[in-house]
């Protein structure tokens, strides 16, 4: 497996404000990606972070509101745009393509938890 | 599109005993991936388990085994000698095996009794 670590842990936001979220690993891997999950609920899949191109985005959201970066192989961000209250979720990246790991298996981050008021 | 389906919202089980939860799922793919991932109340996803669909021998990690029917597009997971750690939601996902984009189902709350 590797190590992941999110920034921040959780945070407190006003509406309209944006937050920045970064996603680093311990060691290079193929896939990032950025999952969501609202209070109670499962894990939807908000983007693929591409290394060196724009990332992928899953029906429902749009990168004006959902800004990633991936620079390397070992990092990427998440901003969340113009947040309203429907924002509050715990948002989570994940990876898979760990050198000398199985290629198909996800590891995830600890998550960061956002409420917006 | 996939769709992956936990018809058990919550379960609950005496500590030492078996359990065994339910996950389906909708696909056209033939080549594809399964996994159960556990999430304590720390809000960490952890991997328990994953399966291969080109693969007949149902998975197993010591305590957790699945049983995978490809045709019936059914994939439970058993939980024997259940221990107080196991305490947390699971949930069923599935991946493609070209995008690797994972799809999960709604989970089910487990908890072990003492």
């Known amino acids: 497996s590797a190590v992941i670590s999110q920034k921040p842990s959780r945070d407190i936001c006003q509406r309209g404000t944006s937050l920045t979220i970064q996603c680093q690993v311990d060691?290079?891997?193929?896939?990032m990606f950025w999952y969501r999950q609202q209070p109670g609920q499962s894990l939807t899949l908000i983007a693929t972070?591409?290394?060196?191109?724009?990332?992928?985005?899953e029906s429902g959201f749009v990168i004006d509101k959902f800004p990633i970066s991936r620079p390397n192989l070992t990092f990427s961000t998440l901003t969340v745009s113009n947040m309203s209250p429907e924002d509050s979720s715990i948002y989570l990246c994940?990876?898979?393509?760990?050198?000398?790991?199985?290629?198909?298996?996800?590891?995830f981050g600890p998550g960061t938890r956002l409420t917006v008021t | 599109a996939q769709t992956v389906t936990q018809s058990q919202p919550e379960m609950s089980v005496q500590e030492a005993e078996t359990v065994t939860l339910s996950c389906t799922y909708d696909?056209?793919?033939?080549?594809?991936?399964l996994f159960w991932y556990k999430q304590p109340p720390s809000r960490q996803m952890i991997l328990v388990i994953r399966?291969?669909?080109?693969?007949?021998q149902n998975a197993t990690e010591n305590r957790f085994s699945v049983n995978f029917q490809k045709a019936a597009k059914s994939f439970s997971l058993k939980i024997s000698d259940s221990q107080l750690g196991d305490t947390a939601m699971y949930f069923c996902?599935?991946?493609?095996?070209?995008?690797?984009?994972?799809?999960f189902g709604a989970g089910t709350r487990l908890t072990v009794k003492p």
């Open positions: 060691s290079q891997v193929t896939m």
């Open positions: 996902a599935f991946m493609k095996h070209v995008l690797r984009d994972m799809r």
């Open positions: 972070a591409n290394q060196g191109s724009e990332a992928t985005y």
């Open positions: 399966q291969e669909a080109y693969k007949q």
């Open positions: 994940s990876v898979d393509g760990l050198a000398g790991g199985y290629p198909y298996e996800q590891y």
């Open positions: 696909t056209s793919e033939n080549n594809y991936y």
